[in-house]
């Protein structure tokens, strides 16, 4: 199978711009180019699915470049429903270097700031020797200025395709870029880069998109709780991120190990299987924890979070490091206490429950454990010297719900 049918396997291929392009990816040696834009500090688990791409291209002989837009950024993409918020230069040039050291650690690709050779395009050269290329009924056909004509879209938002396209143009003739990898939504943006390719050097150019990744409802993929799952691990810990995927949806989890694993089609099917036969073992899910984290953070990570998700589950929470119960409460409902406060006043803060009979009838019930020991008196207090680190107390409701508090 070469790496065409390969991705089309994986459903990685949506848009191509020429039929000519499967022979062309299975005889390698081509020079590629896939773009982000600085509007953040750390790539998310979205990038991943598209970079990962890139590397799949990289060890079928490809040459990968990473062209981060510290030029575009300033500018912003247009979005579906509303134009996105400026940056500041400081911010543009702070996440472009975050972003660079982060994709060169994580996928070792050669980053590029088209910045670089936008930064001194004078206006009427741009018109002259860029705008001329474009036709205005070319640009309003495309789809993502089409669904912003109704609410206005600023000439400035507009005047981005021209801008990527130029990149490719640029990357074309500087570097032998000949091809374009990107997300759907992108379509548009190849397109004029590869017309312009053509209008302004008659050669040819290629592009292809990938399906973005979503939920089953067609949400995007990649947010717990409204928060984005972010490369970073200071952002999102090894432990947040492996909660994220062990609770995939079982209906979209064979799709996610294609987009995100190196497993091979062999592999996945038999997971696939598994996940269609014997769902509770959630083995599908587990595997796709374990490629992504440790592809991202290493093994150690992976077995990490492992232990403080069985940890929480059914064991002795004394077992973890004092950084594992920190991952481990991240995302738990936080109340700052006084040291000597009451469990059931706690508990009341807390949201356990609403009165101070219930927690006592809670307590009683033996429904409550404090730092994973049962506790059974109503009169228990809750005090620094007992928490771990002096700082962090953990408390549990039955056998699934957790709290925290801090001193």
């Known amino acids: 199978m070469g790496i065409y049918e390969e991705l089309e396997w994986r459903g990685l291929i949506k848009d191509v711009s020429s039929p000519d392009l499967r022979e062309k990816l299975n005889n390698g040696g081509l020079t590629f ?11 998310h688990i979205g ?18 470049i990473l062209l981060v837009g510290g030029g575009t950024g300033l500018i912003g993409d247009p979005k579906p429903e509303a134009e996105r918020p400026m940056i500041t230069m400081e911010e543009v040039q702070h ?35 860029v705008g001329k290329y474009f036709n205005i009924t070319y640009m309003l056909n495309k789809d993502i200025i089409k669904r912003r004509l109704d609410e206005g879209i600023t000439y400035t938002e507009f005047s981005y395709m021209t801008m990527q396209a130029y990149d490719f143009y640029h990357l074309y003739h500087e570097r032998n870029c000949v091809l374009q990898v990107a997300g759907q939504d992108q379509w548009g ?3 004029a880069g590869i017309e312009l390719i053509r209008k302004k050097s008659g050669k040819e150019a ?44 079982d209906s979209k989890v064979i799709d996610y190990l294609k987009f995100l694993t190196f497993l091979s089609k062999e592999e996945i099917e038999a997971l ?3 996940n269609r036969n014997e769902p509770h073992l959630r083995l599908a899910h587990k595997a796709l924890a374990r490629e992504v984290i440790t592809f991202l953070h290493g093994r150690e990570a992976y077995e990490s979070a492992v232990k403080i998700a069985d940890t929480f589950f059914k064991g002795d929470l004394r077992t973890l ?6 991952d481990g409460t991240a995302d738990l409902e936080k109340v700052k206490i ?24 809670l307590i009683n019930g033996s429904s409550i454990s404090v730092n994973g020991e049962k506790v059974t008196d109503p009169g228990f207090v809750l005090n620094a010297e007992d928490a771990f680190n002096h700082e962090l107390t953990i408390l549990r409701k039955g056998k699934k719900f957790y709290y925290a508090v801090t001193f």
Not at 33 to 43: E, K
Not at 321 to 326: D, G, Q, S
Not at 341 to 359: H, N, P
Request: aromatic share 14%.
């Open 33 to 43: 180019y896939i773009g982000t834009d600085p509007t953040g500090d750390s790539l």
């Open 47 to 64: 990038h991943f699915s598209s970079f990962l791409i890139s590397k799949r291209l990289k060890d079928a002989g490809h040459n990968p």
């Open 95 to 129: 996440n472009f270097e975050c972003l660079k050291k982060q994709a060169s650690d994580v996928f070792g690709f050669e980053v590029v700031n088209n910045y670089d050779w936008l930064k001194d395009i004078s206006f009427i050269e741009w018109l002259r020797d």
């Open 189 to 191: 943006n190849i397109t």
């Open 206 to 249: 290629y592009g292809f998109t990938m399906p973005l990744l979503t939920k089953s409802d067609g949400s995007k993929f990649g947010k717990t709780n409204g928060k984005a799952i972010w490369l970073d691990r200071n952002k999102t810990s090894p432990y947040e991120m492996y909660q994220f995927f062990i609770n995939s949806e």
């Open 272 to 274: 696939e299987e598994s």
């Open 321 to 326: 490091t004092f950084a594992e119960l920190k």
């Open 338 to 361: 006084e040291s000597g406060t009451a469990l059931v006043d706690a508990m009341i803060s807390l949201g356990v429950c609403k009165s101070k009979r219930e927690a006592r009838e």
